[in-house]
């Protein structure tokens, strides 16, 4: 299991320690600056070292990883049969350290959910604010990891009894106590009981990223959509609630009784690759009766994330030409066609158009919106604020180049693109989200819900 | 209030001053000392002096200073243990306190402070919390137990802790159940050979119960120690696959792959005919290709392993290649992996796409990325051979960029595809002879040299590219002196006249200059052959080179089976076993696939007969196992082969190839070539030299003494067949077949003189065959052959000829030459006369062996008509070296286990399926090289029906 947790800032300095097992870091080491060519004092004895001594194991990744001068290869190092898991965030290194064979997946998945609970405390991950909440870190870890196993970290459970005040224990009630304690550890550890509001409402989100890598002559080599629902319930109580979606596998199951019904509504369904859910949701029910039913956790949580890659809709279509005139001149001419509805108006459309590292100059003419060539970026961008759909747009440009010696050609990387359009690219639909509380007079139809659909491009990529 | 103040104290006297702090009257200032404290800890700052002090706020009802206590407690005690004891009352009172999460902190601390004297004190309060009423003690004491175990294992045996600690298993809450099944997963693994973790059908219905339930993190627990139970049957293996299914769906990617861990462990046991097995192949796929779209940090781990499951079943994600193609934007660690993955599913539905993508990656700017790049369109060229010529080309264009890198990774790679397809892409050669001066790298310079020496009579100066080399050569590395060595003697064979000087030079440079022993052993060879024999030193050096593999870098099957126990792991990241890079006694034991069980044949243990039904499938993983034979010429290369050694003895070259048109030798003395060296294949593959060793029977009395034990009948011999007719053979007629007596093998052959002149001078020559046959004698017929004479002969064999695969495998080429002409046949000989007398295995080898070999090399034939029973076909077999090495009766049937060796030392492995009264029987045959068991079958026909 995990044998240690640090956090470091960009110049390798600790900000946050936590060691849960001697056996990463054994020998006592001087805690002066180690520079790469030594060697390090591993050995295999377990002596008694206290905490600040035992620093080889910090020092190791600090400097094999965060000095190293090449970039970064792997995010699994293993120095001297010490394992290092490292993410970072912003300038902010986290790194879970251990000498044994753990589950890596789930090292990486804690100190992903790590960053989330500590966004969740104190905002954005930085070191000012690590260094402002580090007796906070302290407690949370001590929670959240115990003996390098991670325990529940859902943060609307844990905020119940760590609060940056410690916890509340004078105040609480012997009742108050037993049910954080039965919810932290219980089947429905991320909702606490007794929850009320005055208006019941929830808001779904189906967020969609459309992914798309295109070949110049407009042959789709790969699109994918993947989406995730985001849900924020606002329901008293401990509300049972179940989503429904035009999932092709559904709807044909439902299809054989009232086969008339969905040929008249001319509902389209779609084929989801796969879908993943929050740990709220049943699987077991799913994976038998294909119904996502689930207790929501209070306020905002990604309900689930899912993945097609048929019948998608491109909303856009990007058509380049790229001429070379000589050694040193370029001709780039590129259309961009929106497909969908001419009702729906598409938004923040960016096109990126790369250009070669050795461009003196760029002229460019553009039909709609504004274009830029960015030096700093080597590429002109392009964009559009609003653009309605089965329109057509283009910009042209003329780009001079320095003359090179340089053998190697210019790599043309990918035209991308970046827009969002307020529908799902993958054809999703929302059919239904019912919200049942037998022991609160409320019901389904009290709810008030809101759905809304965005879809953004992913990496949406045409070669030129 | 922010706490980054505490950071910046670092003014000299600070402990004195903290030491003030901490002792002062107010709470708060308390407060705000062991902050300060502990920040400068985290820095790593020795405020070890202040253990006392902070110990002393140790007593208060302010549950955060409590807090911090306990943390630098945790840190310190260590190097101050007696003071360590005073807080020891604390926690004791603490552990009875109303609050649970207060004693679940003390509980909690008190694990964490790892000094024997306290763990003491420890035991009574953690015996209390391990059956307190509140499910958030019981949890926590249920980790304490582990980390008590770290530090005295003998003191939690002694408090029977490990009994209670198996009692939460069937807690009422799933997270304690969760929490006990870690703790106890880590301390088995300690413990071996304890039967900790005791799992049965009840224990593991509880935790299949409690995955529904726990968290995210106590369902990784749960499924990581399912994982390694091993299910009694098929049965029971379907019904926890069916309960482990729907955590596919998990949206934490560490569940999906211990889901997976378990699924891939399982579907082992599954016949591949059910229906289920299918059902769950497809079922994988999807969250694979999901965990693409997790985090970078976790594609990588996701990659590795699905490059793992990708060799294992290549079946699950062979129509998803292009969730794999690289994204501009993916870390550079990602592309790498994922690169790795479209080379192993490139096939020839897909190369088109998978060219044009490689094709792209080869112009982006990380220079091991494009190298790889490179390197893969050369592994489709070979893999796919349709796709080999746009391969060829898209690699000429890449060399045309002129980029140094790309160039000579392109020179590697066009090497590998002339190896594979010789004698069709030659004509780029005058290309890459351009790049020459380029070459910077010792491999691209080998294979530069390499193709000069292979190509020397096609390039006009080869001569004069090879000298150029020649002139900086103390200063190449030895794979290019290697290389340049045998080039030279190439171009030296191919065109003696102009090259006498090069090849003196480079001899001399090699043999006499050199400090390697590599290569002056190399030159001294290649000297003495020059010298006594050119003709044979042309057959040798230019000798027809061995396969290369289709798959590279694969991992060795046993190693695959491991790993495949520990996906989602670190082991499955790194792809080495855990010994390879955890210390101590943890991971040490080493984990295995389960075999496949029928249901119905439960109650046979192992141990006493062999599995009834096959273990599990595996892949193809042995580089060209459908050419095992071209591959005992190519042993270096291969990875190693589990399983009963093969006989790689010295492979010997014939010296001389009959129907290539070595017909002027055929007249000569000696029918036994030299004994051969392989000096042939580029990547330095040297096979034992083996230059004096003895000619003729000599060498085969010696293996009869080694193998013919025991048993005195012959084997079955067919009655003899006409081979050669006699209007073919301006008429001599031959008629002739096998035998196996006594472990010799010999031709009996009938000669009929049907012209009308005399025959005399006769001899006898073979070509090149499957097993190495060869006469190991001169073909001796002492009187003229009058016309309408007849003679009997029998030629003893020999099987230490040099190999090679024919079609069919048992075909024979022969040619018989006398005084009117040369005269040619091939005839098939039954494989019984090559199983030799030593092929009865160990029972244990035989079970391990049956479980090592891949399903796909079992194939199952029927023996139709056959009146003998299980006895009777015992002994009939067994006098013709098919050994029964047990025999058990399974609902009736009788089940014989047999194994026999061929002379090659290819194993065979066989399973009777006999029915009394029915004179059909099933035979079905295991074999590394799975193309003999066709062969192997017609000799048990053979033998049991006459």
Known sequence: MIGGLFIYNHKGEVLISRVYRDDIGSQAADSAVFSSSEPFPWTLSRPCVPFPLRRNAVDAFRVNVIHARQQVRSPVTNIARTSFFHVKRSNIWLAAVTKQNVNAAMVFEFLYKMCDVMAAYFGKISEENIKNNFVLIYELLDEILDFGYPQNSETGALKTFITQQGIKSQHQTKEEQSQITSQVTGQIGWRREGIKYRRNELFLDVLESVNLLMSPQGQVLSAHVSGRVVMKSYLSGMPECKFGMNDKIVIEKQGKGTADETSKSGKQSIAIDDCTFHQCVRLSKFDSERSISFIPPDGEFELMRYRTTKDIILPFRVIPLVREVGRTKLEVKVVIKSNFKPSLLAQKIEVRIPTPLNTSGVQVICMKGKAKYKASENAIVWKIKRMAGMKESQISAEIELLPTNDKKKWARPPISMNFEVPFAPSGLKVRYLKVFEPKLNYSDHDVIKWVRYIGRSGIYETRC | ?946
């Open chain 2, 1 to 946: 209030m922010t706490d980054s103040k505490y950071f910046t104290t670092t003014k000299k006297g600070e402990i004195f001053e903290l030491k003030a702090e901490l002792n002062s009257d107010k709470k708060e200032k308390k407060k705000e000392a062991v902050k300060k404290v502990i920040a400068s800890m985290t820095v790593g700052k020795d405020v070890s002096a202040l253990f006392p002090d902070v110990v002393n706020c140790m007593q208060t009802d302010n549950l955060e200073l409590k807090k911090l206590v306990y943390l630098y407690l945790m840190n310190y005690a260590k190097s101050q243990p007696d003071m360590a004891i005073m807080a020891v009352n604390t926690f004791v009172k603490d552990c009875e306190d109303p609050n649970p999460l207060i004693r679940a902190l003390a509980v909690r601390t008190m694990g964490c402070i790892r000094v024997d004297k306290i763990t003491e004190y420890l035991c009574e309060p953690l015996r209390k919390c391990l059956k307190d009423e509140d499910p958030y003690v019981r949890k926590t004491a249920a980790v304490c137990v582990a980390k008590l175990h770290d530090i005295n294992a003998q003191l939690v045996e002694d408090q029977g802790f490990l009994d209670t600690l198996k009692d939460l298993i069937s807690d009422s809450n799933p997270m304690v159940v969760a929490n006990a099944v870690a703790a106890l997963s880590e301390i088995a693994e300690s413990h071996p050979s304890s039967n900790l973790l005791d799992l049965n059908p009840q224990s593991i219905n509880k935790l299949l119960t409690a995955l529904n339930e726990c968290t995210e993190w106590g369902q990784i627990f749960i499924l990581d120690c399912l994982a390694n139970y091993t299910p009694k049957d098929d049965r029971e293996a379907q019904s926890i696959c069916e309960r482990v299914t729907p955590r596919l769906s998990h949206a934490n990617s560490a569940v999906v792959l211990s889901a997976v861990k378990v699924l891939m462990k399982f579907m082992e046991m599954l016949s591949k005919d059910l229906d289920y097995y299918g059902t769950l192949l497809k079922k994988l796929a999807p969250p694979l290709v999901t965990l693409l779209s997790a985090e970078p940090e976790l594609q990588y781990v996701a990659l590795r392993n699905i490059n793992l499951i990708v060799q294992k079943r290549p079946e699950i994600l062979k129509h998803e290649m292009k969730v794999f193609f690289v994204k501009y934007n993916d870390p550079i660690y990602v592309k790498l992996e994922k690169l790795d993955i479209m080379i192993r599913l490139a096939s020839q539905a897909n190369i088109a796409q998978v060219l044009a993508e490689l094709k792209e990656y080869a112009t982006e700017v990380d220079v091991d990325f494009v190298r790889k790049a490179v390197r893969a369109i050369g592994r489709c060229a070979i893999k796919v051979e349709q796709s080999a010529e746009r391969c060829v080309s898209t690699l000429l264009d890449l060399i045309q960029t002129k980029v140094n890198y790309v160039v000579q990774e392109a020179i590697v790679v066009i090497k590998d595809i002339f190896r594979k397809y010789p004698n069709k892409y030659e004509s780029v050669i005058a290309t890459l002879c351009e790049n020459l001066d380029s070459l910077d790298e010792p491999e691209a310079r080998a294979a530069m040299i390499w193709i000069v020496g292979e190509y020397a009579e096609r390039i006009d100066n080869a001569d004069e590219l090879l000298e150029s080399f020649l002139e900086g050569f103390h200063d190449e590395s030895t794979q290019v002196q290697l290389q340049l060595l045998t080039a030279i003697v190439k171009l030296f064979l191919k065109k003696p006249t102009e090259t006498q000087e090069l090849v003196q030079q480079v001899l001399s440079l090699a043999t006499q200059d050199s400090d390697n022993p590599d290569l002056r052993d190399r030159g001294y060879i290649y000297w003495r052959l020059l010298s006594t024999d050119p003709v044979a030193a042309k057959e040798v050096v230019l000798a027809e080179k061995p396969l290369i593999s289709e798959e590279t870098d694969l991992i060795e099957p046993t190693l695959l089976d491991e790993l495949i126990c520990y996906i989602g792991t670190l082991a499955s990241v790194y792809h080495k076993p855990p010994s390879a890079f955890v210390e101590g006694g943890r991971g040490v034991v080493h984990k295995s696939l389960p075999p496949r069980t029928a249901s119905s044949e439960s109650t046979e243990s192992p141990e006493t007969a062999p599995a009834g039904a096959p273990p599990g499938e595996q892949p193809d993983v042995i580089p060209a196992q459908g050419d095992l034979l071209g591959d005992l010429l190519n042993l270096d290369l291969g990875p190693p082969v589990s399983g009963p050694p093969l006989a790689t003895s010295s492979v010997q070259m014939g010296a001389v190839d009959l129907l290539g048109g070595g017909l002027d030798s055929l007249m000569g003395d000696e029918p036994e070539g030299i004994g051969g060296t392989n000096f042939v294949a580029p990547p330095a593959v040297a096979v034992a030299a083996n230059l004096g060793a003895p000619i003729g029977s000599g060498l085969s009395d010696l293996f009869d003494l080694t193998s013919g034990v025991g048993t005195l009948s012959g084997s079955y011999v067919a009655p003899k067949a006409v081979w050669l007719p006699a209007m073919k053979a301006k008429g001599l007629e031959i008629s002739g077949t096998f035998t196996r007596q006594v472990g010799s093998i010999s031709m009996d052959l009938q000669l009929t003189n049907k012209a009308l002149q005399v025959m005399t001078d006769f001899a006898i020559q073979f070509n090149r065959n499957s097993f190495g046959l060869a006469p190991a004698a001169p073909l001796q017929v002492h009187a003229p052959l009058s016309p309408n004479q007849t003679v009997e002969i029998s030629l003893p064999l020999n099987t230490v000829g040099s190999v090679m695969k024919m079609e069919p495998l048992n075909n024979l080429q022969v040619a018989v030459k006398n005084n009117i002409d040369v005269f040619y046949f091939s005839t098939l000989y039954p494989l019984h006369i090559l199983f030799v007398e030593d092929g009865k295995m160990d029972r244990q080898m035989f079970l391990a062996t049956w479980k090592d070999i891949p399903n796909e090399n079992e194939t199952q034939f029927q023996i139709r008509d056959c009146p003998l029973n299980a006895e009777a076909v015992s002994s009939k077999l067994q006098s013709s070296n098919i050994f029964t090495i047990a025999k058990r009766n399974v609902e009736g049937q009788d089940m014989l286990y047999q194994s026999l060796k061929l002379t090659n030392g290819i194993w065979v492995l066989a399973e009777l399926r006999i029915q009394p009264g029915n004179p059909n029987f099933t035979l079905s045959l295991k074999c590394r090289a799975p193309e003999v068991s066709q062969h192997v079958y017609q000799a048990y026909e053979t033998i049991l029906k006459n």
